[in-house]
């Protein structure tokens, strides 16, 4: 098992950027495939980004592409989201997530293959 913690959300007006983090312990954090969901009120958690362990082949949600980068320091056993030109949909919740499988090639973008969650940060983007 390996524990989550984000941070880095707050409160930001469109147009502008925030840079999420997500610091982890426990099991081998370097050997996982990382990810970043999001969920809006009254709408399902949605994959945003994720990236494979050794933080090479990026895959991104349609909405987001060309706005955010996900990349991982695996020294520090960190991964961060970089949200630019943030627009008032990306407003919800983000939740970091650890793969439930190691040395996965290509990193899955589905909800059910995340194994361990951070308990999320709000951003709020403000028109």
């Known amino acids: 098992q390996v524990q989550l913690v984000e941070s880095g959300g707050g409160l930001v007006q469109a147009g502008g950027s925030l840079r999420l983090s997500c610091a982890a312990s426990?099991?081998?954090?370097?050997?996982?495939?990382m990810a970043w969901f999001r969920q809006a009120p009254g709408k399902e958690r949605e994959f945003v980004a994720a990236l494979r362990w050794r933080g090479d082949n990026q895959y991104y949600g349609d909405s987001v592409k060309g706005r955010f980068t996900i990349s991982r320091d695996n020294a520090k056993n960190t991964v961060y989201l970089q949200m630019n030109s943030l627009k008032s949909e990306d407003t919800a919740i983000y939740y970091c997530?650890?793969?439930?499988?190691?040395?996965?090639?290509?990193?899955?973008?589905?909800?059910?293959?995340?194994?361990?969650w951070g308990q999320g940060t709000q951003v709020t983007v403000s028109s």
């Open positions: 426990g099991r081998a954090f370097s050997s996982y495939a």
């Open positions: 997530a650890a793969d439930s499988s190691p040395w996965r090639a290509v990193p899955t973008t589905r909800r059910s293959e995340y194994r361990d």
